[in-house]
């Protein structure tokens, strides 16, 4: 874990770096500072995540890949809900002879580079959306969900698509982003989901996830039946195992808690973009809600599509409060999500004892040899 936080205090302060030499007028040489700044981060947090041997379900990811040859490519379920995109850039990186090594590398660039891209452009407070990133867990989904955290990269950069109104572009970047994994398909929500928040839309919304998480068990044949449609192999117990502890549905909730307490100096005036990142934490919380009656493992990667916008929609919350408000909360909370990492990491589930990697040394040997 200690790698792991000297990680998050570099990055959180090559982002300080590069948030605060763009204030005032942008000459080339901030602009270059930015544009630097920006790409360490993603070579770090990318360069980290590629060099894990190890890690959730990293090791099923290795295995998977190692298995590839033309033959088994040929008998690959090809349809929508059985990740044909995922398999085919496999495939295709390993007939160019691509290690297994740069099998995680390949996706770890290509994933932290979408996620920096969308927060660097929409943040408030690029710092704190980078510590955010590290304490909410929206980083560390990187190291366990591939295919998920990939289709989420790709559709973060088509919701940028979709807040300049460039339409056909978004439905081709969810498009992309589900022949990665089908989940994205909720994306397709976010035409939807520009309505000020606070209002009838918003409780009709939070009514339906509490609904949903009341009557899931009397619904579980029918949640099974959609996820078999989007290619996924669940049965009726994988969705009665241990749900999400209340703890962490709590912490995933406090961004929707802090925009009901300032509703009215928040949303005043607010733009499509931030009721956006505001609607879709708010997504992030409810399906974590409805883990509380299913499983965790389940619902807590379902509401992880959504975990990249609380990182944005904190921050800018912070800003718009302003004054001694702004100054108390910031405080209370990085000592919250602090706490938080620390359980996640630490106690819940230890990163160091899932956690191994490569040397540097070690990587760039092999790729010498």
Not at 65 to 91: H, Q, R
Not at 254 to 280: C, H, Q, T
Not at 288 to 295: A, I, K, S, W
Request: overall charge positive; some cysteine; proline content about 3%.
């Amino acid at each position: 874990m200690r790698e792991l936080v000297v990680l998050m205090l570099i990055a959180v302060a090559l982002a300080w770096c590069a948030d605060h030499v763009t204030v005032g007028p942008v000459n080339p040489n901030r602009r270059h500072r930015m544009i630097v700044c920006t790409l360490v981060i993603i070579i770090l947090l990318a360069g980290f995540a590629g060099l894990r041997t190890h890690c959730n379900d990293t090791g099923a990811y290795r295995h998977g890949y190692e298995l590839i040859t033309e033959s088994s490519w040929e008998s690959t379920d090809k349809s929508i809900g059985a990740n044909p995109l995922f398999n085919w850039v496999n495939y295709q990186l390993k007939m160019h002879g691509a290690s297994t090594q740069n099998f995680l590398m390949f996706w770890a660039f290509l994933t932290v580079g979408c996620y920096i891209a969308f927060v660097h452009r929409y943040s408030a407070n690029y710092s704190l959306t980078i510590f955010l990133l590290f304490t909410t867990g929206c980083y560390t989904f990187v190291f366990a969900g591939i295919k998920q955290a990939a289709a989420v990269g790709i559709a973060v950069i088509a919701v940028m698509f979709a807040l300049r109104k460039k339409w056909l572009l978004f439905i081709a970047g969810i498009a992309i982003a589900t022949l990665i994994h089908p989940y994205a398909l909720m994306y397709l929500l976010v035409p939807f989901m520009e309505f000020r928040p606070w209002t009838k839309k918003t409780y009709w919304v939070l009514a339906i996830f509490l609904a949903a998480g009341f009557l899931l068990r009397p619904l579980i044949g029918t949640v099974v039946n959609i996820t078999t449609l989007l290619g996924e192999e669940y049965t009726i117990s994988s969705f009665t195992e241990e749900g999400v502890s209340i703890f962490r549905v709590l912490v995933c909730n406090v961004p929707l808690a802090l925009s009901f307490i300032y509703r009215r100096r928040l949303f005043a005036d607010s733009s499509k973009a931030e009721n956006l990142v505001i609607n879709l934490t708010m997504l992030n919380g409810a399906i974590m809600f409805v883990g509380l009656f299913g499983t965790a493992n389940y619902f807590a990667r379902l509401a992880n599509y959504f975990l990249i916008f609380q990182s944005l929609s904190l921050p800018w919350m912070l800003k718009k409060i302003g004054g001694r408000d702004r100054k108390i909360l910031t405080a209370l909370m990085v000592l919250g999500y602090l706490a938080y990492f620390y359980y996640a990491n630490a106690i819940n589930q230890p990163f160091d004892q899932d956690f191994a990697r490569l040397r540097l040394s070690e990587y760039l040997a092999q790729l010498g040899g």
